[in-house]
């Protein structure tokens, strides 16, 4: 019962940061139909940027917070000068600019920081396990992973569906050229949601890195796999999709790490991933989409 | 001359002949630093000639080939010891033997995952591809008593045969000798089955899947044979790197090798095998050329990374592409998806 209640809140914990990733994957799909392999990388970049603010100011906090804020600028820039032009593209051209950009944000943080240097991000709280009635159940650590992510999301939702910003974004996303004709400015919103992506993105790393032994610039692509598979399960339209997604996969692949071994999650995500595709391609909350001609 | 024209098949043995004495030139004459990069050369050639008419050639994507290659490199890591002599070395044709068998092993591994593959579209596709990629090291830890985890398993060498012994001929030469073998084996092969029915089914389920459908063509069958034949080059390509490294292990097979052989592909101009051409010397050359500058050890992979976004953005039909441009040919077949000829 102890290690069962210990997977599940870290299959819980885990699920909130791929749900993380697969939102900013899901934001970026439905206003543009590419889907960013770049979004991990991007993620990675913002950490470092974390990394030095902490080092210089030595507040975690601050660290946080200029995380976030390059994750959106990040998100912006990479929309302006890349994939501005890619969006417009077929399918395959835009995941090879993905991951063209993918390899070169990577090598560029391999070049600024040298891997002689071990450098990590640190947990904002500690990560014992907190006891009820003399089980553990929950780190501070958990409880603050679940609680941002949760934060993040809400003020996302409500951005989307309760405010003006939010309506013009999903009309550019739905409806460009009506939405053009209303005198939306299109490419701005695009923009705007691939700030938001960014935004997640870096959330999400700032999250997980902790757990990870060192930050480097690959730290990321294992769990970009983990949020792809996130927001696959979910449907890559739905942002509500997305959570559940991520909350899923996280359980499921806690689980499997958990009582069979942790080597296996990698290859448990792909058998889930495939599962999921060739059973239910549209995922579990997507409205069912016929092939284009 | 209008033999040559109308006889394609003579064609690709004289292209394939001349590629095959340059080659063949080039592991004579490099010294002996630069043969093993003839060597990963011709890996790159192997891997990059399937690639191609996966991606280019089919309209698939693979952001997973290194699992497919290391696939071929654990066959040659598990085949070879069983025929090694006391030196832990084997001979010619036992390695030959094992680049066939890890050719066979890769090719019904790649129609498996061609399966899956077949009912996949677009980002689905290289983002389950990028999963099977991601997936290798846990597998070879999970199954650590078949694969040895981390460390890998040692690829035996070839015993030099006496005659080139005395000639002084190293190992590491000879190795590149059966590398340049097996790329000049697969560009005639894949040259040959791109412009025949096969080549043009996997063409036409490219274009148009319906179209193709509706002139009886079973669109999942071509494209599992499609991934089925870049899986074969990619075994024997693994194969091939397992013998230059003298192992096999998930580090050598992971995310890097794969966006380096798609980087190749793209950067040469997708579809095109004179693409593959131009790209797996760009991206052996330009590794090369930067570590002699002794820029950064991440001074390449940014170079391609750059490059990778700047060819899709500006010159999709890539290197091949713009040299196609130049000799003032157009393009033979209307720009697809992916680019160019």
């Known amino acids: ?293 | 001359m209008s033999v040559l024209r109308n006889s394609t098949l003579l064609r690709h043995l004289l292209v394939t002949a001349s590629f095959a004495l340059v080659l063949f030139l080039a592991v004579y004459l490099v010294d002996d630093f630069s043969v093993n990069q003839v060597s990963t050369l011709a890996v790159y050639l192997c891997v990059c000639f399937g690639l191609t008419v996966l991606i280019g050639g089919n309209g698939q994507i693979s952001l997973g080939h290194a699992a497919l290659m290391a696939v071929g490199a654990y066959t040659m890591a598990k085949f070879l010891p069983s025929y090694a002599d006391e030196f832990g070395q084997v001979s010619v044709g036992v390695v030959l033997a094992g680049l066939l068998l890890a050719i066979v092993v890769t090719t019904a591994v790649g129609a498996v995952i061609g399966l899956a593959a077949a009912r996949l579209r677009g980002p689905y596709l290289a983002g389950a591809t990028l999963a099977l990629g991601v997936a290798v090291p846990g597998v070879t830890t999970y199954f650590h008593d078949t694969f040895n985890g981390e460390q890998g398993l040692p690829v035996a060498s070839p015993v030099v045969p006496e005659s080139m012994a005395s000639a002084g001929w190293s190992i590491d030469r000879l190795v590149a000798l059966i590398a340049v073998g097996c790329a000049v084996v697969v560009l005639f092969l894949v040259a040959n089955l791109k412009r025949s029915g096969f080549g043009r089914h996997l063409a036409a389920v490219r274009d148009h899947e319906i179209a193709a459908q509706l002139c009886g063509l079973s669109v999942p069958r071509e494209q599992v044979k499609a991934f089925a034949l870049s899986a074969a080059t990619a075994g024997l390509g693994g194969g091939v790197l397992g013998l230059v490294l003298q192992g096999a292990n998930p580090h050598s097979f992971g995310l890097v090798l794969s966006l380096t052989v798609l980087g190749a592909v793209v950067i040469g101009g997708l579809g095109s095998l004179r693409g593959a051409l131009w790209g797996s010397l760009i991206v052996v050359l330009l590794s090369r050329v930067l570590s002699e500058l002794e820029v950064n050890d991440n001074a390449p992979a940014a170079a391609y990374g750059l490059l990778l976004m700047i060819v899709m953005l500006a010159a999709p039909g890539g290197i091949q592409g713009l040299v196609a441009r130049l000799g003032g040919h157009l393009p033979r077949r209307s720009p697809q998806p992916q680019g160019g000829n």
């Open chain 1, 1 to 293: 019962m102890e290690r069962f209640i210990l997977f599940t809140v870290n299959g819980l914990a885990f699920g909130a940061i791929y749900a993380s990733v697969a939102l900013a994957l899901v934001i970026i799909w439905r206003a543009t139909r590419v889907l960013n392999f770049a979004q991990g990388a991007q993620a990675v970049a913002s950490a470092y940027v974390a990394w030095v603010v902490t080092d210089l100011t030595g507040s975690y906090w601050l660290g946080l917070a200029a995380a976030l804020v390059s994750g959106l600028l990040l998100g912006a820039l990479v929309q302006l000068t890349v994939f501005r032009r890619a969006e417009s593209m077929p399918p395959l051209n835009a995941v090879i600019v993905g991951v063209g950009l993918l390899i070169f944000i990577e090598a560029v943080l391999g070049m600024i920081f040298s891997i002689e240097h071990t450098r990590t991000i640190d947990a904002a709280f500690g990560s014992t396990k907190l006891r009820i009635a003399d089980t553990p159940l929950v780190s501070p650590q958990d409880l603050f992973v679940i609680g941002s992510v949760l934060a993040v999301m809400v003020a996302i939702g409500w951005l989307m569906t309760k405010t003006p910003v939010g309506l013009r974004m999903r009309a550019a996303a739905f409806a460009p050229d009506t939405a053009r004709l209303m005198g939306v400015r299109v490419p701005r919103m695009l923009t705007l949601g691939w700030a938001l992506a960014g935004f997640a993105g870096a959330l999400a790393a700032m999250l997980v890195l902790p757990t990870s032994a060192e930050l480097v610039p690959q730290a990321m692509d294992g769990v970009f796999v983990l949020g792809f598979t996130a927001a696959v399960v979910g449907g890559l339209d739905s942002p509500v999709g997305a959570v559940v997604g991520g909350i899923v996969s996280g359980l499921v692949l806690s689980y499997t790490s958990g009582y069979l071994s942790s080597d296996l999650l990698y290859p448990a995500t792909l058998v889930l991933l495939i599962a999921v595709l060739l059973v239910k391609p549209e995922g579990l909350f997507s409205s069912v989409q016929a092939r284009r001609v």
